[in-house]
């Protein structure tokens, strides 16, 4: 089994930033791409970014030159850095990891990210 723990929510003025954190602990040798997801409310879950190397990162068209995924392997975390925030980036912000066949596998259990206009 995978833990994942999310850190670093928060509430923020638009233009701000928040950088999120996932640990991720237990049999993590089954991890091989993580990434972030949001759910606004009265919204379906979206996926926000992936990772399934330093060099092999995607992102959702609304986050793109925004947000920044990144991750330390030997310490099994990732990373979101969001910058110049908006309201409509005000979700919960769910870390998630598994295989390439399957991203979703594991789910922390969400932050808080809040957005003031």
């Known amino acids: 089994q995978v833990q994942l723990v999310e850190s670093g929510g928060g509430l923020v003025q638009a233009g701000g930033s928040l950088r999120l954190s996932c640990a991720a602990s237990?049999?993590?040798?089954?991890?091989?791409?993580m990434g972030w997801s949001r759910q606004a409310p009265g919204k379906q879950r979206e996926w926000v970014a992936f990772?399934?190397?330093?060099?092999?990162?995607t992102y959702t068209d609304s986050v793109k030159g925004r947000f920044t995924i990144s991750g330390d392997n030997a310490k099994n975390t990732i990373d979101l850095q969001m910058n110049n925030l908006k309201p409509e980036d005000t979700a919960v912000y769910y870390c998630h990891g598994g295989s390439p066949s399957r991203p979703y596998q594991y789910w922390g259990q969400g932050t808080q990210v809040t957005v003031s206009s």
């Open positions: 990772m399934m190397s330093a060099s092999t990162t």
């Open positions: 237990g049999s993590t040798f089954s991890i091989n791409t």
